[in-house]
Each structure stands twice: as C-alpha cells, then as structure tokens.
C-alpha cells in the first residue's frame, strides 16, 4: 500500500472516531529512503506535519563538528514537532567512504547522534536523488559542500536553504525553526 492511499485511510478512521484529520502527504516528502541502520525502507511522509531540518552528512569534513548542533537542536525542539534528517553522502571530496555500518556507528559512538539518518545518498549531479532534486528545484539552491541545509515547514511547501558554514544552533537557523514552529 503506498504512503499516500495508508494516510488516507488513517485518515479516514481517524475521523470515523473522532481524531483530526491529517492532509495527504506534501508532494516533496512522498520519496522512500533507506535508513542508515538497517537499509529498511522509510517513507518520508512519516515526518508530514513536522517542521524537518534536512543535512547531507559526511564523517571526515570540517563541518563534521555540526553533529553536535545538530543533535542539541534536535534533542531541544523534537517534543515542539521538529525532526533532523541526515542524509550521509560521500559526493563532496571523498569525506563519507566508509560502509553505513561504519558510518552509524561513527554517528552513535563519537556524537550521540538520535536523529534520524537516511542510506548514503547521492546529491550532486549527475546521480542526485529524487528527494534532493526536489529540494533543489524548490529552493533553486544544490549543495556545495557537506553540510548544507534545508530546512522544510510543517506544509511541506515553504523550504529554505542554507550552506554549509551557517551552524543548526545559530540565530539565523534557530529563529526560523522556532517561527515554523509556531505555526499550526
């Protein structure tokens, strides 16, 4: 059953005792996407709803630091709605070669890293995603670098982007996530 017709139906019985109903999954989270940890296929449309800060992570890069703030900022807003995604990518100077095995255990064991994180994906041209190639569409920004941004409102229609030098705990990102937040 795809994403789409399941919240339908979640919909539908939802209503049936009484429960908001949720609106069909925006069109840029209706991908699948393999998690890091296990490869099981994930549905994006499972964070509709969710203010979502998207990162294509790598483990040996400068930026790598930005895990931590990452992780604080998840960890400060997720019970308000806010969900990072990482998205591991060895595109930009060779920085993520290892196995997503290596690559989730270096996550777990060097910054505690909760959030979700997705399969190694490809971002930059010419094999980049579907998903990232809606992002880019959308924003008309691509990644330059590891560590760039988006960030998704809870429509799944508003999304901002952001490289790799602005920091996920810094005025500019925070006070954005906190006014999507806000907004119901």
Not at 83 to 112: H, M, W
Request: charge should be positive; hydrophobic fraction near 35%; include cysteine.
């Amino acid at each position: 059953m795809s994403a789409r017709v399941m919240l339908k139906v979640v919909a539908i019985l939802g209503a049936l005792v009484g429960l908001p109903a949720y609106a069909e999954c925006p069109k840029l989270l209706d991908h699948k996407v393999p998690r890091l940890q296990d490869g099981t296929q994930q549905s994006l449309c499972q964070y509709q709803g969710k203010v979502i800060l998207v990162v294509n992570t790598a483990s040996f890069c400068g930026f790598t630091k930005q895990y931590e703030a990452l992780e604080a900022v998840y960890d400060k807003y997720k019970d308000r709605g806010l969900v990072v995604v990482g998205f591991p990518s060895n595109d930009f100077g060779d920085q993520e070669p290892g196995s997503e095995k290596e690559i989730a255990e270096f996550c777990r064991l060097t910054y505690g890293i909760k959030f979700p994180m997705m399969g190694k994906t490809d971002i930059a041209a010419p094999k980049t995603s579907a998903f990232y190639k809606d992002l880019i569409r959308q924003t008309g920004e691509s990644p330059k670098w590891n560590f760039h941004k988006y960030l998704i409102d809870r429509t799944g229609a508003k999304v901002m982007s952001y490289d790799s030098k602005t920091v996920p705990d810094g005025p500019i990102m925070i006070s954005q996530i906190e006014r999507w937040l806000t907004d119901k």
